[in-house]
């Protein structure tokens, strides 16, 4: 009997080296790597610069966070100023172009400090990579950050840049030559890219009969490729969606972070 175990035990300590043997003369096969992905997603317009990478394909998009939009005086500004937090315009400003958000920071009864242009100006976004845009004497624009110049003392807005947001969602960064704080009599406004907002925040704008009826105007006016017709429409479509907000009207959003 004990014969016959010791024979047991020398088979089963040969067949486990056997094993190990056998798994060490096999490399293991090389990992492949993830695949690009073909999918096509409709382009930024032209004028907008994107710095948003590429997925993998297979690869699962990140779940936005939502955060709420800041509604209160940053005391990182200039006194006198009300603007967010520092950060905010660098998330608001870096890519894309945010019109959605920019409809909110224009919402009557917002907090924050209009600027208007003294002049017209070629500008762009120096916090990063941004599109250059045309802005227009007497435009109407919010000031996201303004800092206080070297030393603390500031005299009629100089001395420091305006870091704004028009009511197309682009960005500028602004010398305080080229601003006044001084309302003019009729701001004015660029267009809003309606077929560039989010379907929550055209379906929220849609609840308001006059943008309805607009909106169905626009589609037909821009169904025909003639520039005339669609121009009109849109800024047809553009007078009532500032008349919504000068009523009042209210657009739900968050600000989502990736």
């Known amino acids: 009997m004990g014969m016959v175990l010791m024979r047991f035990g020398f088979a089963a300590t040969t067949f486990s080296v056997a094993l190990v043997c056998a798994s060490c003369g096999s490399p293991a096969a090389p990992a492949r790597a993830p695949e690009t992905s073909n999918e096509e997603v409709s382009p930024p317009p ?3 610069a994107s ?3 590429r997925k993998s394909a297979g690869e699962a998009a990140p779940e936005p966070t939502s955060t709420p939009l800041p509604n209160q005086c940053s005391n990182e500004n200039a006194a006198g100023i009300c603007s967010p937090p520092s950060g905010f315009a660098k998330d608001v400003c870096g890519g894309f172009a945010k019109p959605d958000i ?3 920071l224009f919402a009557k009864g917002s907090p924050w400090t209009r600027a208007y242009m003294r002049l017209n100006v070629d500008a762009w976004y120096t916090g990063s990579r941004s599109a250059r845009v045309g802005l227009k004497t007497n435009e109407e624009v919010v000031v996201l950050h303004h800092p206080n110049p070297q030393g603390g003392i500031i005299v009629n807005g100089g001395g420091a840049p305006f870091d704004v947001i028009r009511l197309d969602g682009n960005c500028a960064t602004l010398s305080s030559e080229e601003v006044t704080l001084k309302r003019p009599a009729s701001p ?3 267009v809003v890219p309606w077929r560039q907002l989010d379907p929550r925040t055209r379906e929220a704008l849609l609840a308001d009969s006059a943008i ?3 909106s169905s105007s626009f589609d037909e006016g821009c169904a025909d490729p003639t520039p005339p017709a ?3 429409a849109g800024v047809k479509l ?3 969606i500032l008349d919504f907000m000068a009523r009042g009207g209210r657009i739900p959003l968050r600000l989502s972070r990736r």
């Open 230 to 232: 669609c121009a009109k």
């Open 188 to 190: 004015r406004h660029p």
């Open 238 to 240: 553009n007078a009532v």
């Open 212 to 214: 309805a009826e607009a």
């Open 102 to 104: 920019a409809l909110v």
């Open 46 to 48: 032209s004028n907008v």
């Open 51 to 53: 710095d948003a990478p």
